[in-house]
């Protein structure tokens, strides 16, 4: 797997445009008046944990995604990505708005972007580019909507599989509409957008925080359409940009057709690029050790590979490769020990040894610049082994809304 995607790694992350009007090379110097608001980290089209469009793509259709900035602003501009598309990406043309009701944005607020001055752009296959700058006001914690129209046929769709919120699909021409009617499709996925930032508001005293991880960061077992994941939690609670950089299944060691990259060759395209992110708050490795003992289960998940026996020597060697490539930024690291998941697919004797060693080390290796022990916090007080009921998922291996918060308020003296 690592050697067939290792072609697209490269040049995703080596041959990228950067904005509207930047050709591919080297990245340039991060402006400072610019932060990241919103992400997602694109991933490979797949069939994932539930049905998308990823694979089929679009044709002759608008795509309207709705997402939440978590910073004000009075400029936007979007990110999109063809990190993962194997030609180039036709955007016949794409507009901003504010947020109503579901696939509805507020009359008056529409705004068409432009890229390099035009209304359609061209992502090249393996890249990604930002928008120009349009005037839209934001408020903090604002949905804004995102609309492109795909007026020719543009193959499988590097995406986001697990949104927690729907996007919308119509057939033609709709990027202007203030209504909804026209878009009677619904996925909860994104695609193509990858970033939304912000310039003009309140300059964040101590900058952007990036949480980095697989579902439990991405938000797995939360309400959808509430906003109501860990990074959302947290962003209601700090004064701060908060991007959530989290994964569905993604591991640390291992690249997966299913759920992303491997985290070591990610984090930077995924984390330390987000403009203005002074702090990364990592919290990863039950897939690498909970996979292997998954395989062992009856009816074992298809989806769960690679499943190799991972040793807590080797998830160490890899947290220390983010530790240092956030440090050679100047980005602080905060550690989070692994959050109790006995009773689950991924548990077993090996995984038990594993995460236990693995926690003891994120909590007294001194490393992080900060440690949250999720493990103990979140422990089922009856086995500290297992989650605590009041805030698991019916899987156990999850969080729900509650669980979230608990994280959320964990966290945030840290960042």
């Known amino acids: 797997m690592k050697k067939l995607l290792a072609p697209l790694l490269a040049a995703a992350l080596g041959l990228t445009l950067l904005s509207g009007t930047q050709t591919a090379g080297a990245r340039p110097a991060p402006d400072p008046r610019w932060h990241a608001a919103w992400g997602a980290a694109p991933q490979l089209p797949a069939t994932g944990f539930t049905a998308n469009w990823s694979q089929e793509g679009f044709s002759r259709q608008t795509l ?154 991405d938000g797995f077992g939360s309400t959808p359409n509430a906003d109501r994941r860990y990074s959302d939690a947290l962003a209601e609670r700090i004064d701060r940009p908060v991007v959530n950089a989290g994964i569905g299944g993604n591991l640390v060691l291992n690249d997966s057709a299913w759920y992303g990259e491997r985290s070591t060759a990610r984090f930077r395209r995924d984390a330390l690029d987000q403009p203005g992110v002074t702090t990364v708050a990592l919290l990863q490795g039950v897939n690498d050790i909970g996979f292997a003992e998954a395989a062992l289960k009856p009816d074992p998940q298809p989806t769960y590979k690679p499943s190799p026996v991972v040793t807590s020597a080797e998830l160490i060697s890899a947290y220390r490769r983010l530790i240092d490539a956030a440090h050679a930024r100047g980005v602080r690291v905060v550690g989070s020990t692994l959050l109790p998941f006995k009773g689950t697919s991924h548990w077993g004797p090996t995984a038990e040894r594993t995460s236990a060693e693995v926690n003891h080390w994120i909590r007294t290796s001194g490393e992080f610049d900060a440690v949250v022990d999720f493990q103990r916090l979140l422990a089922d007080p009856k086995d500290p082994k297992a989650l605590n009921p009041a805030y698991a998922d019916a899987d156990r291996l999850h969080p729900n809304d509650a669980g979230y918060r608990v994280m959320a308020a964990a966290v945030a003296p840290l960042v």
């Open 64 to 217: 309207r995604q709705v997402v939440r900035v978590t910073e004000d602003g009075d400029r936007v501009r979007i990110r999109l990505s063809n990190a993962y598309g194997t030609s180039p990406l036709a955007v016949t043309g794409a507009t901003v708005a504010r947020t109503t009701t579901g696939a509805a944005v507020e009359p008056g607020s529409v705004r068409h972007l432009t890229f390099g001055g035009k209304r359609s752009v061209s992502v090249p296959a393996h890249g990604e580019l930002r928008s120009d700058p349009a005037r839209l006001d934001l408020g903090r914690l604002e949905s804004v909507t995102v609309t492109l129209y795909l007026a020719g046929t543009t193959g499988p769709a590097t995406f986001h599989s697990q949104a927690w919120a729907d996007s919308y699909r119509a057939e033609g021409d709709h990027r202007a509409d203030t209504t909804g009617h026209a878009f009677t499709a619904r996925s909860r996925s994104w695609y193509y957008l990858n970033g939304v930032e912000v310039s003009g508001g309140t300059p964040p005293r101590k900058g952007g925080v990036v949480l980095f991880g697989d579902s439990i960061t």
